[in-house]
Structure formats: C-alpha cells, structure tokens
C-alpha cells in the first residue's frame, strides 16, 4: 500500500488526525506520493471516497493522483472521489444542485460588456479617456479574485488615474451581472461564486478536503476552501515556490493558516529526493534570506558522489550562449534531460539560435519561438525577397506592414513589379521595362499599355510630394490607382533597401542594412505601436519606445548569427530550411521560471544570472519573490546545476555585475561584479559551492 513507500515525514504527515493540516512540501520532497497516500489513508479507515473532495490547479494533477490511487483500490472506489480544479470542481456540485450554468468565453462577455459600457457618457464628466470594455472586465476579474465588496472603493485605491469614473464602472458593471444573470451566462469566476454562495445555504457533506499547491491559492479560492467548512482540512504546499502574485495568489493564505485555524497542526517535507546535496545546498542558503513563514531547510535524500554547481562568467552576452550550446552538444545525456531557465524571454532568442546553428533541437515554453517572432520573420521576408526575386510571398508578407494596403492590392503591386521586372520583383523595381504589359483583366486595351482601362490608372505625379526618386517616379506600380500615398512611399524604402544591397552576398551587410533601414524603421513602428495600444485604444509612448528597444535587440541576435553564415544565400538557407529540419518539440528546453515549475532534469543552465536581469527590477513585485524564482529555478536541477552571466550585453550597450543571489549563494562577490574563484575571462568557471 502506499503507506508503506513513506519516510517519516510523509507517514506522519499522511496518516495525521483529522482537523487543520498544513503540511510545507518543498521542492522534490515527494508531496504528491505524500496526498495519494493521505487519500489512501482515509479510505482505509473508513472514509467513504465520496467523502473525499481533492481540490488542484490542473485537471492533470487530479487525473494523476486518482491514477496512482488506481493501483490500491478498484475503479468503483476511485471514480467517487471528487477531484479537479477548483472550477471544475464546482461545476459538478453545481449541476448536483441543479444550478447548471451557460459558462461563456471572456470574449464573448467583453463584448457584452462592451456594449453596455458604450451607452454610458463620460464625455460630461472628463476629457479622460475611459477604459475599454474588454480592460474593464479584465479589472473586475482581478477584483472578484480578490475577494473584495465594494469595487469602487477597490478600483479608486488601484486605478488612481481613473478615480473618477470609479462609480460609473461600477455602475457599469452591476448592469452588466444583471445582463449576465438574465441570460444565464457564467465565466470561471461566477463558478466559485456561485459555489461559495450556494454552500451558504446547502452543505456538503466532505469529511476532509485536500488541497494541492496552496501557496498558489488567491483569495476568493481561499475563501471557498473554508465556505466547504469540512471536518477536515488537508492542504499541501510551499510558501518558498509562491511565485504567481502577479496572477492574484496570497502567500499570506498559506502565511497564517496557523493563526487563521484553531489547533492546526504543521508538517513538514524536507527531505529531497531529486536534487543532490550541493544543490540543495546552495538553494538553502539563497531561499534562507527570506522571512522563514514556518520552519524548514532542505535535506538530501540522495546518496552517492555529485557535481557541484558550477558558475560560468562571460565578457559579452552571446559568448555566454554560444558557450553553454557547445557544452550541451558535448553532454551525452539525452537532450530532453537538458534544460536552460531563464528569468526574461529575451534570454531565449539568443541561446535558441545558438543551440539550431549546432543542429540542437529545443523546445520552447512561455514565449514564441524566435523565427516565429514578427519582428524576425520580417527580416527574413526581406532578405527572401532579395535571393529569390520570383517568390511572392516575401514581398506579400512585407506589404503587410504598409498602411492602407490591403492584401488584394498587396498582390496587385506584386503582379505589376513581377511584370515589369520579367518575373523578378527586384527588377521590377530596380529596371522595370516600361514597356511590359500588365493584364489587370482579361480585355486589354493594348493602347494602355500596362492598364487594362482607364480606370485603373492614376499619374504617379499624384505623389509628387513624398519626395521620391526621379528614377522611381517613371515606375509604373505607381500608376495603380489602388495604391495611396502610404503604400507609395513604403514601396519606395524596399526599392531603396534593395538598392543598397543589390549584389552584395555578405549576409551580415545585408541583415544590418535591414536593420538600419527606413524600410525597417516602418515597420518597426507599426509592431511597436500595436504592442503599446492600450485596451482602452490610447498608445502608451513609453512602451512603444520600450517595444521599440526589445524589437531592435532581437533584430541584433539574428545580426550575430550572420557571423556562422557569412554568406547570404547559406545564411538564408539555414533560416527557411537547415532549422526547419530539426524535429519540433523534441531536444533541449527552454524555459521561463514560471514554465519550469514543477518539472526536473539531469542538467539544468539558469542563465543570466546578472543584476537587473535576474532579479528583474523591472518586473518584480517584491525580491522576496524574485528569489523564490531563483529557488524554484535550481530546485529543478537533478545532477548537474550551472549558473552563468555575461558582464556586457553589446547590443544594450549595458554592463552587469553578478546577480545579488549568487552574492548569496556564496558564488560571487558583492559590491565590485568579481566571481570568486573564476578569473573573470570569457568561459571562466567558477569554484562552485563547497561542502
């Protein structure tokens, strides 16, 4: 039985009395061996499964722990226990109670919303622009989760720039549940208020609740935990890997459940049978920094010889990725047991590209893959049009970007440079024959020559304003007469790029005149301002110019590639094909902090390990909880742990010192950037972390 699997910890934790149980899992200390065998337990002393109610935040994680169960006990007992999220689990004892609910995508109720928000003036009151109906309802969601009553007060408090309409939303918003109400329809929040409300006057009848990951709870979830008002309360999770309050968890549910429950009773799990005692090691001594909420430290449950984690320090950026893909293609674990962690995105471009360029395969999770990028896939649908002038879908997917053309006028302009130009759109706008005949229908006036009527033709001294090239002038795209002024002059920057790169074969010529171009510059601004066009339809200018920065510091990393490929031809054969070949979602991972929860391998990079790069100043919400990112991050680490950082970053043009949690760890020294132990060169090592 499982009971008899347990150490001493997880037995004693297992077969607790009932009542109030809090047991602190930490990281590869077994916790979910530790609730199937909880569950185990009940059953076996007598606890109807029915009785039983199993509350996690993935479906998966329930169907597991029921599967394991699966081996003790026969399907008539598994299948009765109540198991799944806390959404799903209200959805069923819902339609018990005869509620059933039309649950209804955020789409759809944003566009109810919306159309409620739109009859209210606020035209009367302010010049300010009011929020989108879509942002609002984005707010509330964050309201009901955080259990709060009154929405106006809540929202003046959070949303100070738009106080005043503060009453008017919230108006708004009571309109908008009566709508809602009228039409039965539900989202994923009124599934746990209506369950928290429907508890108020029907109970049932659970011996003992369990819940899985507690420290990721938020408030309205905690609350619905003690509307269930069970007998028995067992709840499983670590306040060292509450890493989500951006996502509205409260550590301070699981922070007092001591204080909040009469006579509760605390276990702990430290005894970690992932990790080897090096590892842990330095996880104790970073996550100690942090406000102990209840008494643990980490042990190893592992035996035998371990690598201690090592600290790699770089002169420049890239030279730390290109590093760690050569050590990975000389490891001889399985590709799937490697991981690289990062704590921003932009970390992933760069090592992405380095581990294809060695025929690695990777697999990324929390973010798009590099090529896929729109910034990205634009340069390379200009260097396309560059090296394979017939092919139409570089030119295509570039005249997205200028305004006003739309995609059948997009094929229009291809068709009639494609004419002039003898099949060749480099052609067509660098040497056009003039005398080509363009077939815009099947009845051509031949005296037209390129239109086939009248109609269809405009002067190009229509756009004699924009400044364009005499020579450029004489072209006949320019007498299109779907073509506007926008469409005009964006043409004209492809003709210029290719008039600044027609011939060269140098492909970090030919990738950096991209980047530098007008051409680029365009359609640079239209992502960047899509980016920072805020729900309510007002383009925030400081994260269009932040948009702006992250677009050419991706554009740099495929600049650096060029190196390897220093011819374009190569170098363009190895973005559309060479990378293409390697088998998608197989080989090495890459992950953020957030993806890598939950999940271990035998080998495990946490890169760019600088200051203001991990911990993130920018984005963290306090460093308690960026070091609870740095905990999770190395816990994932089985065998082999190394820590890395660049001193500079050229395409920022930003030097770093070592991030204050390897100050921590013992591995670097504070104050002036040096690593202890490591000289500081390119691809340094440092002395790792001491017994």
Request: hydrophobic fraction near 40%; charge should be neutral.
């Given at each position: 039985?499982?009971?008899?699997k347990?150490?001493k ?6 077969t607790?009395?009932k009542g109030?149980?809090?047991?602190i ?7 979910t061996?530790?609730i ?16 039983i109610?199993?509350l ?8 597991e ?16 226990i ?7 689990v209200?959805?069923l ?9 039309i649950?209804k995508q955020p ?8 159309s409620?928000?739109e009859?209210?003036s ?10 989108s ?8 969601s964050l309201?009901?989760n ?5 929405f ?13 309409f503060?009453?008017i939303?919230?108006?708004?918003l009571g ?11 539900a989202?994923f929040n009124d ?9 108020a ?7 003992e609740v369990?819940?899985?990951?507690y420290?990721?709870?938020?408030s ?6 003690d ?5 028995s ?6 306040f ?5 309050a951006?996502?509205?968890a409260n550590?301070?549910i ?5 204080l ?5 009773k605390i276990f702990a799990?430290?005894?970690?049978y ?6 842990l090691?330095?996880?104790?001594r ?28 770089f002169?420049?950026?890239?030279a ?10 000389q490891s ?8 690289i962690?990062?704590r921003?995105?932009s970390?992933a471009d760069?090592?992405e ?14 973010g798009?893959e ?11 649908d200009?260097?396309?049009i ?13 005249l997205e ?11 229009e ?10 099949k060749?759109?480099v052609?067509?706008l660098l040497e ?8 815009q229908?099947?009845r ?10 009248f ?6 001294s ?10 450029f ?9 779907n ?11 492809i003709?210029?790029?290719?008039l ?6 140098v ?11 007008k ?18 339809g007002n383009v ?7 948009a702006?920065k992250?677009?050419y510091?991706k ?6 590639m060029?190196?390897?490929h220093?011819?374009i031809?190569?170098f ?13 979602g197989?080989?090495?991972n890459?992950?953020?902090v957030?993806a ?9 990079f946490?890169v760019?390990l600088?200051?203001g ?5 920018k ?7 960026e070091?609870r990112l ?7 680490a ?9 001193k500079?970053d ?9 991030s204050?949690f390897?100050?921590?760890?013992g ?11 490591s000289s ?12």
């Open positions: 039985m499982p009971l008899s347990l150490n910890e997880q037995l004693a934790a297992a607790a009395p109030k149980n809090l047991v899992a930490s990281a590869g200390t077994g916790k061996s530790t199937v065998a909880r569950i185990a337990h009940l059953i076996q002393r007598g606890t109807p499964p029915e009785r109610l199993l996690t935040f993935t479906n998966k994680a329930a169907q722990m029921v599967l394991r169960l699966g081996k003790f006990f026969p399907p008539q007992v598994t299948r009765k109540c198991a799944g999220t806390f959404h799903s209200s959805n004892l819902l339609k018990r109670l005869g509620r059933t609910l649950l789409s759809e109720l944003k566009t109810l919303l919306k409620v928000l009859r209210r606020f035209s009367r009151i302010s010049d300010l622009k009011p929020y109906g879509a942002y609002l309802y984005d707010i509330y309201f009901c955080a259990c709060e009553k009154d106006a007060a809540w929202f003046s408090r959070n949303y100070e720039e738009q106080a005043e503060a009453e939303y919230a108006d708004v309109e908008f549940e009566e709508q809602k109400a009228a039409f039965g329809y989202d599934l746990l208020l209506k369950m928290r409300e429907a508890l006057t029907h109970k049932f009848d659970f011996a369990l819940v899985d990951e420290q990721d709870t938020n309205l979830q905690g609350s619905l935990i509307a269930f008002d069970a007998e309360l067992f709840c499983v999770g670590d060292d890997q509450s890493i989500y951006f996502n509205g550590i301070g699981i922070g007092s459940f001591s909040r429950y009469k006579d509760a799990l430290n005894t970690n992932r990790s080897t005692a090096k590892i090691e330095l996880a104790n970073v996550i100690e920094n942090n406000e102990r909420l209840y008494p643990k430290r980490l042990e190893v449950g592992r035996a035998g010889e371990c690598k201690p984690p090592r600290l790699l320090v002169d420049e950026l890239f730390q990725y290109d590093n760690i893909a050569q050590t990975i293609a001889p674990l399985p590709k799937e047991e490697v991981a962690i990062f921003n995105n970390s760069g090592i590209m380095a581990l294809r360029e060695r025929g690695i395969g990777c697999k990324r999770r929390g798009v590099f090529l896929e990028s729109r910034e990205i896939k634009a340069l390379v200009l260097v396309g560059l090296v394979n002038p017939k092919d139409i879908f570089g030119m295509l997917h570039t970007y200028a305004r006003g053309v739309g995609a059948a006028a997009a094929r302009i291809y068709e009639i440079l494609s004419a002039v130009g003898h060749s759109v052609c067509g056009p024959d003039l005398t080509a005949n363009y077939k229908k099947e051509v006036n031949s005296q037209m020559g390129l239109f086939s009527d109609s269809e033709f405009l002067p190009s229509r756009f004699g304003a924009l400044g364009l090239d005499a020579e002038m004489k072209n006949p795209v320019l007498n299109y007469s073509l506007n002024a926008n469409g005009a002059l964006f043409v004209s920057q003709r210029d790029f290719l600044q790169v027609r011939g060269q074969v492909s970090e010529f030919v990738i950096k005149s991209a980047i530098n171009s051409l680029y510059a365009n359609i640079v601004d239209v992502l960047a301002t899509k980016r920072a066009t805020l729900k309510n925030d200018l400081a994260r269009a110019d932040e702006k992250k677009i510091a554009a740099e990393v495929l600049a650096q060029t190196k390897r220093p011819n031809y190569n363009y054969n190895f973005l559309t094909l060479g990378v293409g070949e390697l088998e998608g197989n080989g090495v890459l992950l953020t957030h890598s929860k939950g999940l271990e391998f035998g080998l495990v946490v760019d600088a200051q790069r991990f911990p993130n100043l984005m963290m919400s306090s460093v308690e909880e070091r740095f905990y999770v991050a190395v816990t994932r089985k065998d082999e742990l190394v820590l890395s950082y660049a500079y050229k395409i920022r043009k930003v030097e770093y010192m070592p204050c390897l100050v921590e760890a591995m670097a020294e504070g104050g002036g950037g040096s690593v202890a132990g500081g060169g390119s691809g340094s090592s440092g002395s790792g972390v001491e017994n």
